[in-house]
């Protein structure tokens, strides 16, 4: 299937500091991607230049095979800012129909937009009163117009509270459902690991990890985390058959690695009716990412 978005190589410097350094991807339609880095990694510059603002060294990058910035690519990219702004005095309603003339769309569709991200109930009221969740949900229904193919938004759900942030996920689910490609970035991060399909790690410009979060744990392969909670009596000798298990509490702790899993959980089994309980922890996404920084600045 022809990619959306396809990066190749990218390169860009801001005064001899280097914000990407030779970045590949290709996002398919229909495919949500996350976009992590820490904070001067080089996401909102990635996003700059897909969106056509800014111009790169070097590299090849192409949106629904037109160059970012091009008539073509515009009409079918939709941007939502992390810090999207609007008119105060105008109401929703005034806000989304002004964007509709503006893209040469009808500015009846307002209403029906305002709907889908469940704004109706205020169209009428100035923006100056919405609250930041409201304001970011005016700048997700201006990203609607147009049926676009590629919706790139920058930490669209920070100041949203965890309905909305569910209800935005679901409306991108949605979108994503009918084709569109979908380049988020975010700090979020057990949220992206829910509710995306492929993770792409950005460190001081480079792409250091890109995948489902099975392939990036399988890549890092990371030590399982299990803990045992024994019956009463049985603590010490449980910790004696399980070399390295620490007492955290009323439970004992250990990991392994990856490859030791399924021994060192026959072993626990092996115990028998001394064993209350038992939970296997797999590295969490914030390990995955740590474990990706971690290792790009050795
Ligand atoms: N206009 C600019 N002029 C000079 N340097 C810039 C400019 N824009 C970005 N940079 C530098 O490029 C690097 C990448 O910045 P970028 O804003 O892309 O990071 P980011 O991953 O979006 O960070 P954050 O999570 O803080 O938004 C940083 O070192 C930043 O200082």
Not at 161 to 190: E, M, Q
């Given at each position: 299937m022809t990619s959306t978005l396809k990066i190749s190589r990218l390169t860009k410097a801001f005064d001899g500091v280097t914000a990407l350094a030779e970045v590949s991807l290709d996002v398919a339609p229909g495919e949500r991607v996350a976009l992590l880095g820490h904070n001067g990694a080089g996401k909102s510059t990635?996003?700059?230049?897909?969106?056509?603002?800014?111009?790169?060294?070097?590299?090849?990058?192409?949106?629904?095979?037109?160059?970012?910035?091009?008539?073509?690519?515009?009409?079918?990219?939709?941007?939502?800012?992390?810090?999207?702004?609007?008119?105060?005095?105008?109401?929703?309603?005034?806000?989304?129909?002004?964007?509709?003339?503006?893209?040469?769309?009808?500015?009846?569709?307002?209403?029906?937009?305002?709907?889908?991200?469940?704004?109706?109930?205020?169209?009428?009221?100035?923006?100056?009163?919405?609250?930041?969740?409201?304001?970011?949900?005016?700048?997700?229904?201006?990203?609607?117009?147009?049926?676009?193919?590629?919706?790139?938004?920058?930490?669209?759900?920070?100041?949203?509270?965890?309905?909305?942030?569910?209800?935005?996920?679901?409306?991108?689910?949605?979108?994503?459902?009918?084709?569109?490609?979908?380049?988020?970035?975010?700090?979020?991060?057990?949220?992206?690991?829910?509710?995306?399909?492929?993770?792409?790690?950005?460190s001081r410009g480079r792409l250091v990890a890109s995948g489902s979060l099975a392939d990036l744990r399988q890549t890092a392969a990371l030590p399982v985390a299990m803990h045992v909670m024994a019956r009463n009596g049985y603590t010490s000798q449980i910790a004696e058959a399980l070399p390295g298990a620490i007492h955290v509490g009323g439970a004992l702790h250990l990991t392994c690695p990856q490859e030791e899993k399924l021994n060192v959980l026959s072993r626990i089994t092996g115990l028998g009716d001394k064993v209350a309980d038992l939970e296997v922890l797999p590295p969490s996404l914030e390990d995955i990412y740590s474990h990706f920084s971690r290792r790009d600045a050795r």
């Open positions: 990635l996003m700059k230049v897909v969106l056509g603002l800014i111009p790169w060294d070097a590299g090849e990058v192409t949106v629904t095979g037109a160059a970012p910035g091009s008539r073509e690519a515009r009409d079918k990219v939709a941007y939502l800012p992390e810090n999207v702004a609007f008119h105060p005095a105008l109401t929703g309603l005034e806000q989304l129909r002004l964007y509709l003339s503006l893209r040469g769309e009808k500015p009846g569709r307002a209403m029906e937009l305002l709907e889908r991200v469940d704004l109706a109930g205020a169209a009428k009221r100035r923006i100056g009163t919405y609250s930041k969740g409201m304001r970011q949900r005016v700048g997700l229904a201006q990203a609607l117009i147009g049926k676009p193919r590629l919706l790139v938004l920058d930490e669209p759900t920070s100041g949203l509270d965890p309905v909305s942030r569910r209800d935005f996920y679901a409306l991108l689910d949605g979108l994503a459902a009918d084709g569109a490609a979908i380049l988020l970035s975010s700090h979020a991060l057990t949220e992206v690991e829910a509710r995306t399909d492929r993770i792409v790690i950005l």
